[in-house]
T-cell receptor, first 115, second 113 residues
Framework: DAGVIQSPRHEVTEMGQEVTLRCKPI?????LFWYRQTMMRGLELLIYFNNNVPIDDSGMPEDRFSAKMPNASFSTLKIQPSEPRDSAVYFC?????????????FGPGTRLTVT | AQSVTQLDSQVPVFEEAPVELRCNYSSSVSVYLFWYVQYPNQGLQLLLK??????LVKSINGFEAEFNKSQTSFHLRKPSVHISDTAEYFC???????????FGQGTRLTINP
């Protein structure tokens, strides 16, 4: 398997623009997680899905952030409008909970810079 | 409250020296424990995990961690580090009944020649 795929790897945008980050989880995995990593706040869980259904979005910082998972092989994280404080590395991770496994597999991340 | 604490934000060591990265958690329920490693400009990779059974778990590259229930700890150790071990290490916990990983703040391991 190719692992978790994220695109784009780097995104530079201006304040006020819409940003869409994409994630393809590992085939067969039933959980998908979105994280944000910054120097100041470390690694934060934003939202996670189980079988394409959002389960916990308590980490989403504000209404400017939204996430969708229209099918088992694709998820998006959208920021509209973007602000400089949204600059961070955004990671997607997936996992399969069968047989009591809890480990998550991370994608390479999208480095977002908002100017 | 359920939490994970990595006591050291940075650990500098000399090459071939031993290292211990500390992780403690707070919980009244059972836990599953993980160490992840993040090399520069990369995503997180699972290093090792404890779900049940033997409290000492090992990775393929010489790291080991021991689950100590009485101390609520899961410290990571390596007897002799290499330059290639330079990375950030994250301790993570799944608390029984929950579905998500709770990460510690991370420890940056720097290896000096």
């Amino acid at each position: 398997d190719a692992g978790v795929i994220q695109s784009p790897r780097h995104e530079v945008t201006e304040m006020g623009q819409e940003v869409t980050l994409r994630c393809k989880p590992i085939s067969g995995h039933d959980y998908l997680f979105w994280y944000r990593q910054t120097m100041m706040r470390g690694l934060e869980l934003l939202i996670y899905f189980n079988n394409n259904v959002p389960i916990d979005d308590s980490g989403m910082p504000e209404d400017r952030f939204s996430a969708k998972m229209p099918n088992a092989s694709f998820s998006t994280l959208k920021i509209q409008p973007s602000e400089p404080r949204d600059s961070a590395v955004y990671f997607c991770a997936s996992s399969f909970r069968g047989r009591g496994s809890y480990e998550q597999y991370f994608g390479p991340g999208t480095r977002l810079t908002v100017t | 409250a359920q939490s994970v604490t990595q006591l050291d934000s940075q650990v500098p060591v000399f090459e071939e020296a031993p290292v211990e990265l500390r992780c403690n958690y707070s919980s009244s329920v059972s836990v599953y424990l993980f160490w992840y490693v993040q090399y520069p400009n990369q995503g997180l990779q699972l290093l090792l995990k404890y779900l049940s059974g033997s409290t000492l778990v090992k990775s393929i590259n010489g790291f080991e961690a021991e689950f100590n229930k009485s101390q609520t700890s899961f410290h990571l150790r390596k007897p002799s580090v290499h330059i290639s071990d330079t990375a950030e290490y994250f301790c993570a916990v799944v608390f029984q009944g929950a579905q998500k990983l709770v990460f510690g703040q991370g420890t940056r391991l720097t290896i000096n020649p």
